[in-house]
């Protein structure tokens, strides 16, 4: 493998790492949302379901990360061989900033799809407006 193939071949993982990440910040928006709207009207079962199945896709999204962070490794090490320049303390941090923001987001969306919508139910009544 040339060194310009290997390079386009780090993009590549590069670039599905993103777009994994980048999936699992729209479905937690989507979850979010939908526990949100759906209010009080989910019972407390459908609650606890929606909850499992967003961890277990969330579990997913994480694992083919992770799959995709440890072939990059390799090839950082394969381009470090060849004496090309790697960004790895830089790859370090964003992928420890990353995963530790899909473990603390995970958690919070659960938390919020179980906790429901407490206390803020719509009321019937229109919100009084300050006339002046």
Known sequence: MSEIELAQYMLALLSEADAQFEFWLTVTSGVLVAS???GDAL?????????????????VFYTRYGAVSTYLNGYEELAASYGAAVLAPTSMAAGVLRSSLWVVGTAVAVWVVLRGNRGHAKSAEPHPVATS
């Open 36 to 38: 949100f709207v759906a």
């Open 43 to 59: 019972s407390k079962r459908l609650r606890v379901l929606l909850a499992l199945f967003y961890v277990w896709a969330s579990a």
